[in-house]
């Protein structure tokens, strides 16, 4: 049966995500439609150009990640020079490593641009922090008067990856100049808004697969510095949208993945963890197709 599916972000704990989705491919359910954040986006792309789950457990499991945390080099010593990059370029690590992985991977699949995929099948989702609104790529390429077709699938998932801080901004540059794009999940960490045809007749099942649990199963965050504080604003911020728009109605269609004691940021995560996030996310979608009344 065809479905629509929608992955929320989450960083590492992104490994999940991929065994929930080869629960979903063992029960035979095909996709339609892909849409996602971070993580999500991640996931969304590498099924768009074909990868199955088998394909995408080899790829993703012995991945050299720390690869990805490309620095800038610098004479200055670390600890000063964290900083001064951190003022000037917006993010610790370039993010260039990534993105070259990302298109190696696509490209394997005769993937480059959104031309390479069937229209309508992949969204991605990013946040333009110069003009403080949500992204949805391919299609709002047009208001910056850029062609989607001719977009690089693995700059739009670069763009959804952007983590602030962490990664540098993605710098846009179109019509009305340089706009600086950051993590989709800044304003939507789940974008099931998408795939919801309320006010027409829906043409197929959406799944959606989040890295979190139910609203109002959230745990309290205890809050005692000001690190503790900034995660918490960060949390929130990508969390707050989709709650609030979360209902019972889209309840009954959601895998929830509560991954816990896993940063989100942590690349160094080490193989063993990376498959009990598989297993984990695997076992909790199996639990739940196992009763989805579709």
């Given at each position: 049966?065809?479905?629509?599916?929608?992955?929320?972000?989450?960083?590492?704990?992104?490994?999940?995500?991929?065994?929930?989705?080869?629960?979903?491919?063992?029960?035979?359910?095909?996709?339609?439609?892909?849409?996602?954040?971070?993580?999500?986006?991640?996931?969304?792309?590498?099924?768009?150009?074909?990868?199955?789950?088998?394909?995408?457990?080899?790829?993703?499991?012995?991945?050299?990640?720390?690869?990805?945390?490309?620095?800038?080099?610098?004479?200055?010593?670390?600890?000063?020079?964290?900083?001064?990059?951190?003022?000037?370029?917006?993010?610790?690590?370039?993010?260039?490593?990534?993105?070259?992985?990302?298109?190696?991977?696509?490209?394997?699949?005769?993937?480059?641009?959104?031309?390479?995929?069937?229209?309508?099948?992949?969204?991605?989702?990013?946040?333009?922090?110069?003009?403080?609104?949500?992204?949805?790529?391919?299609?709002?390429?047009?208001?910056?008067?850029?062609?989607?077709?001719?977009?690089?699938?693995?700059?739009?998932?670069?763009?959804?990856?952007?983590?602030?801080?962490?990664?540098?901004?993605?710098?846009?540059?179109?019509?009305?100049?340089?706009?600086?794009?950051?993590?989709?999940?800044v304003l939507s960490n789940?974008?099931?808004?998408?795939?919801?045809?309320?006010?027409?007749?829906?043409?197929?099942?959406?799944?959606?697969?989040?890295?979190?649990?139910?609203?109002?199963?959230?745990?309290?965050?205890?809050?005692?510095?000001?690190?503790?504080?900034?995660?918490?604003?960060?949390?929130?911020?990508?969390?707050?949208?989709?709650?609030?728009?979360?209902?019972?109605?889209?309840?009954?269609?959601?895998?929830?993945?509560?991954?816990?004691?896993?940063?989100?940021?942590?690349?160094?995560?080490?193989?063993?963890?990376?498959?009990?996030?598989i297993e984990y996310g695997?076992?909790?979608?199996?639990?739940?197709?196992?009763?989805?009344?579709?």
């Amino acid at each position: 049966m065809d479905i629509d599916i929608v992955f929320s972000g989450g960083g590492v704990k992104g490994f999940a995500l991929l065994g929930a989705y080869e629960a979903i491919e063992e029960k035979g359910l095909r996709w339609k439609r892909l849409a996602g954040t971070s993580a999500g986006a991640l996931l969304a792309a590498l099924l768009a150009a074909g990868y199955s789950a088998r394909e995408m457990t080899r790829l993703l499991e012995e991945l050299e990640m720390e690869r990805f945390l490309d620095e800038r080099a610098s004479w200055i010593p670390f600890p000063v020079w964290k900083w001064v990059r951190l003022y000037w370029h917006l993010g610790v690590y370039k993010g260039k490593v990534f993105e070259q992985w990302i298109e190696s991977a696509l490209a394997a699949r005769g993937v480059r641009t959104f031309r390479d995929i069937p229209p309508g099948s992949l969204y991605i989702v990013a946040s333009d922090v110069t003009n403080g609104r949500i992204v949805v790529l391919p299609d709002d390429l047009r208001t910056y008067g850029l062609d989607p077709d001719s977009f690089s699938v693995a700059k739009a998932v670069r763009m959804s990856t952007s983590i602030p801080y962490f990664f540098e901004p993605v710098r846009l540059r179109g019509r009305g100049g340089i706009s600086l794009i950051v993590d989709g999940g800044v304003l939507s960490n789940f974008p099931l808004f998408l795939f919801d045809e309320e006010k027409e007749a829906k043409k197929r099942p959406v799944l959606g697969v989040q890295l979190s649990a139910k609203p109002g199963e959230q745990p309290k965050r205890r809050i005692s510095n000001a690190l503790d504080l900034y995660e918490a604003l960060f949390a929130t911020m990508k969390e707050a949208h989709d709650a609030r728009y979360i209902s019972r109605r889209h309840e009954k269609n959601i895998i929830f993945l509560p991954v816990e004691n896993v940063l989100s940021t942590d690349f160094s995560i080490d193989p063993e963890a990376r498959r009990h996030l598989i297993e984990y996310g695997r076992e909790r979608a199996r639990q739940f197709l196992r009763q989805w009344a579709y």
